[in-house]
């Protein structure tokens, strides 16, 4: 059942297939009405792998909830006309589809967008991940980059576009929203392009590589697996070294900062931790470390996550009919509101199974012309507590779209990505930040935290990631804001959610992404150990879904007049993007593992050699067509022409010889000549670029992608930010802009938004309540 908290009364026409598909989920376990349109005999996306007793379980859980129908022709200009917004994917006409129904939000999903040197290009998500500067992140230098598992760049990508989908809809009217793949998934790449930027301008000497999980996020083998420990702060590494005995020979005090440790991590400090944890089980350690002050998580199996207590205590998991007669646990959703899981309430429709309902209560025809040209948030303002990367990309989201966001927080506890570099501002911080404004407050003094509720009082929004129970501590917990502003949308993130055995962990992206199965799947099939990677995925992806959660509550509130609180647990964020492997294992225990840059998808499929240092290529054949295709581009060499290859089942069986043959064409070329004759006989094939590439590629040029901005308190004047992954038709392009200081706003935000006099704001600045920069002294 839904909730209070929905999109009610929103019609979306979902006509994607295999791409975006994920984007119109999401709508519909928000509570739009999402109809599914096919053709006659169903749509190609039901074929595609993984698949169970004839059910393609990758159509099945991106469709579960939505209604299904069958309508071609007139018949579908009728629906579109009783609908408001309308999904489409890799659909060159979606302008003309604009032009025909100007009342309605046209989603376009595309791999390049509408526009743009590459518009044309074929890509498949494998494809994307190269482009869009992912792949290279994952693996280590002795073995190929690696693809992420199952569909994360279109999945992760649908979020952005969803979010995108219901600003336009706040926006009110119709218009063209152009949403590429490839520039949404780079948006998402874990601050990669602003700190290789400045390394560049600031005259560094480095070479952008894989490098494994490096130092930082260590693995460490135990009884039944490995976990993920990572040991940043002083206080962190004497509990280690607590927990090791106090050995002598650790006591060192430069051993308290990580530079000291990194010395001996190797050779002294990781064989001891290894040897400590060997008898002792994956949960056990996680859950003793944790208690003891120290970040560790399990490196999850699928398998694991099944079975895992954290998980059966949230209902993270619910059994769907996925269809002819297959059940199956699916995530049970990304998000909560108000304490209901936001979610599938069925399973995925038949084909045209509630056509005659849908067309007997289309209700009244919408009416409307193309929305008036503005940023689509102005006049909304939000409260930003965030923490390193999911409350702070929540809230970067309103601000480049027009909202008022203000950054929240004191040099007493501030946000730690600010001072990663030793100073106030690094490039991470000002990607997450850009555009915001900044009130400094102590919220732990009576005096400030009366000042932040005269500000909340004021505020649309407020966005926090912080620990759990962090809010309730400091007087700012949900329900204490809402007593304060009825009207307010509170997101809440945490590690594990605000609830579960695990509730009160503590950790990072790459600890959310072992223990959520992904980092084991991420990997080599040839090894048990992990790869790692340098991604700190799901942070990036939570912040979207954040936004995209308030986003839905704003547009409740406007229907109702009522808040909403909204809930993300990450870990969640996580398991929702490899759902469809998550419910393969559970129907086929044992069948999902690592497989490298293999799927079942095609073959070949992978990342391939060429000529040049660490210059590489995607290549991936969807089917028996593109396999062809590719043979004559390698100029039908006698390997490739066996007939034995002809067909997907026959390459597959035998891909050790197809990757073999294929590495051998490509090493000899360009990235660019590959990609060019591949893509020329419409084979999806695409240049492994990364973040520095991404500055002078003609692609992202072309898209206005790189953003140059001046930034005072980094080591360079200007720097690199990443430009948008979507624009609408009536709306300019996104506010990016420079990222403030501690408190570089309190006096204008004190004077003009809480009502201080000027007199009683200098008094709570000389009292340490509030802070401004330069710092008061």
Known sequence: MKNAFSLAGIRVVDLTVDRGELCGRLLADLGADVVKVEPPDG???????????????????????????????????????????????????????????????????????????????????????????????????????????????????????????????????????????????????????????????????????????????????????????????????????????????????????????????????????????????????????????????????????????????????????????????????????????????????????HTEEVFADLGPRRTGAPATEALPLVGLRVADFGHGGVGVEAGRMFAEYGADVIKVESR????????????????????????????????????????????????????????????????????????????????????????????GFRGYGPSTRAAGGIEMLWSYADQEEPAGGLSIFPDHLCGRLGALGAMAALLARRRTGRGSHVELAQVEATVGIVAELVTKEALEPGTVRAAGNRRDRGAPWGLFRCAGDEQWVAITCRDDHDWKALVDVMGSPAWASDSGLATA??????????????????ATSSREQVVAQCQAAGVPAGEMLTPLESITNEQFVSRGYPVEVEQPGLVVDRFILDGPGFYGSSMPPPVIARAPFVGEHTREIATDLVGLSAEETDRLIDAVVLEVTPPHP
């Not at 895992?308 to 009919?321: I, L, P, Q």
């Open 43 to 353: 749509s190609p996306a039901r074929s595609i792998a993984p698949l169970h007793g004839g059910v393609s379980l990758f159509w099945a859980l991106r469709n579960a909830g939505k209604r299904g129908v069958v309508a071609e022709g007139p018949r579908l200009e009728e629906l579109l006309a009783h609908s408001d917004v309308v999904i489409v994917s890799d659909d060159p006409t979606a302008p003309d589809l604009a032009a025909r129904h100007p009342h309605l939000v046209v989603t376009s999903i595309t791999p390049y967008g509408l526009t743009g040197a590459w518009a044309g290009r074929v890509a498949t998500d494998g494809v994307l991940a190269a482009t869009a500067t992912i792949a290279w992140k994952a693996g280590i230098p002795e073995k190929d980059p690696l693809f992420p598992p199952a569909s994360f760049v279109d999945d992760g990508t649908s979020v952005t576009f969803a979010f995108a989908t219901l600003c336009a809809l706040w926006q009110g009217g119709g218009q063209l929203l152009d949403c590429s793949v490839n520039e949404a998934m780079a948006n998402m790449g874990d601050w990669g392009l602003p700190g290789a930027s400045v390394r560049k301008l600031a005259g560094e000497e480095f070479k952008e590589v894989r490098a494994g999980a490096g130092a930082i996020w260590p693995s460490f083998r135990c009884k039944d697996g490995f976990v993920r420990v990572v040991i940043l702060a002083p206080r962190q590494w004497h509990a280690m070294r607590a927990w090791l005995g106090e050995p002598e020979y650790l006591q060192d005090p430069a051993l308290d900062t990580f530079p000291g440790r990194l010395a001996i991590q190797a050779a002294v400090i990781n064989p001891l931790i290894e040897e400590l944890f060997a008898d002792k089980t994956m949960d056990d350690l996680s859950a003793e470390a944790q208690q003891r002050g120290i970040v560790c998580t399990p490196l999850a199996q699928v398998r694991d996550l099944l079975t895992n207590e954290h998980f059966k205590a949230r209902g993270t998991f619910t059994e769907v009919d996925l269809g002819a007669g297959v059940q199956g646990p699916i995530p049970s959703g990304f998000l909560e509101v108000d304490g209901v899981r936001a979610g599938p309430d069925a399973g995925p429709p038949a084909v045209g199974q």
């Open 412 to 503: 007493s506890y501030p946000d730690f990505i600010r001072i990663q570099t030793g100073a106030e501002m690094s490039p991470s911080f000002a990607s997450s930040s850009r555009s915001k404004r900044a009130l400094g407050v102590n919220a732990k003094k009576p005096e400030g935290h009366d000042v932040l509720l005269r500000f909340i009082e004021r505020c649309d929004v407020v966005i926090e990631n912080n620990s759990t129970g962090v809010m309730d501590e400091l007087g700012l917990g949900w329900s204490t804001l809402h007593g304060v502003n009825p009207g307010l949308v509170m997101v809440s993130s945490q590690l594990m959610g605000s609830r579960g055995p695990w509730a």
């Open 649 to 666: 089942s026959g390459r597959h069986a035998r891909v050790d010889d197809v990757e073999a043959g294929v590495r051998a064409w490509t």
